[in-house]
């Protein structure tokens, strides 16, 4: 890894608060909650990967387990160079005691994300979520708990859980009250199926698609996402583990990129795929998509405000000089 990989500026639009629990603090949340810690088990795909997940996060019992990690991951992320994130929460009826639990695990995650910005220098925003699979009528509860709390730190919503599985139809009825709201709808599509998932929320024109790079199964759509400016989230080490694709040199990233497809960098679960924001820029780097292409994906597909786009941009011309700017295609 370079220099300029490892301490360059980088913006995260795509990290799962839960999957950012590294063993020392899971293990203190867990004990603190009267549980133990999960063992390590392995998957080979997305589904094996969300009984693993959920046994971490059901570890999870209050609002202060996820303002906990909401500091260790900013800490985290601030010293391999992140100076933007959006993170992700995902909203669990059986354990957060309804729309109301969840709506005060998301009120201390505010509070959380306002004192992740002020003491680690970044700009550290939310994106709740539902899950494919999980009771429309909870999810649409959930969400109108999301709009209620109006916090500016909540600037995106999202759709993750299992895709080729469940359909995400059932779910868009919620995602368009958030979109009413005014919040990005970033749902999971196009991982563990291909080209239908992602069409299947092109309706409601989510601005990017956390993950997505199955679009690259169908060239129309790959043409369709490149003219509309959407943003793919792409997640190399968890798109290896989870067999979305079979080595790093067969990814599709370059592809997409040489289609005029933007494509952001960032780690989904980090703890979990024992990977950090530095290794995936560096090993998006081995596939030509140098640290200031990286950026730019990620300020393009921000959710945030104006004034803060406009300081992510002044941080890119300041940190990449000429001489290390992206070469034309």
């Not at 160079?81 to 729309?99: H, L, P, Q």
């Not at 005014?182 to 239908?196: D, Q, R, S």
């Not at 989870?242 to 989904?268: M, Y």
Request: charged share 25%; aromatic share 6%.
């Amino acid at each position: 890894m370079t220099p300029l990989q490892r301490d360059c500026p980088k913006i995260e639009l795509h990290v799962h608060v839960e999957g950012t629990a590294r063993p020392p603090t899971l293990g203190r949340i867990a004990t603190r909650n009267g549980l133990d810690v999960p063992p390590r088990r392995p998957f080979t795909d997305l589904y094996e990967f969300i009984a693993s997940y959920s046994e971490v996060a059901a570890r999870l019992r209050e609002p202060r387990d996820y303002r906990d990690l909401i500091l260790a991951y900013a800490a985290e992320a601030a010293t391999g160079g992140a100076v933007y994130i959006e993170a992700i929460v995902c909203a669990t009826d059986e354990r957060m005691g309804g729309a109301a639990g969840w709506a005060d695990i998301l009120a201390v995650s505010c509070d959380a994300a306002d004192e992740a910005s002020e003491r680690f220098d970044l700009e550290f925003n939310l994106t709740p979520e539902v899950y494919r699979g999980c009771d429309p009528e909870f999810a649409t509860a959930a969400t109108k708990a999301v709009t209620a709390i109006d916090h500016p730190r909540i600037v995106g919503f999202g759709l993750s859980g299992f895709e080729g599985r469940e359909p995400a139809t059932p779910y868009l009825n919620a995602a368009r009250i958030a979109v009413d709201a005014g919040l990005g709808f970033v749902p999971h599509a196009g991982e563990a199926a291909g080209p239908p998932s992602i069409r299947e929320v092109l309706a409601l024109r989510p601005p990017r698609i956390r993950h997505g790079v199955r679009a690259i199964e169908d060239p129309e759509l790959v043409a369709e996402l490149a003219e509309t400016g959407t943003v793919l989230d792409v997640t190399l080490t968890s798109n290896l583990l989870l067999g979305v694709t079979t080595d790093l040199a067969s990814h599709p990233l370059p592809l997409l990129r040489n289609a005029g497809v933007a494509c952001s960098i960032s780690t989904d679960d980090p703890a979990l795929f024992d990977t950090d924001l530095p290794r995936e820029y560096d090993l998006a780097a081995t596939l030509g998509t140098t640290p200031p292409e990286a950026f730019a994906a990620g300020l393009s597909g921000a959710l945030c405000s104006a004034a803060v786009k406009a300081r992510l941009a002044s941080i890119s011309r300041a940190a990449f000089r000429r001489g290390s700017e992206p070469s034309e295609r």
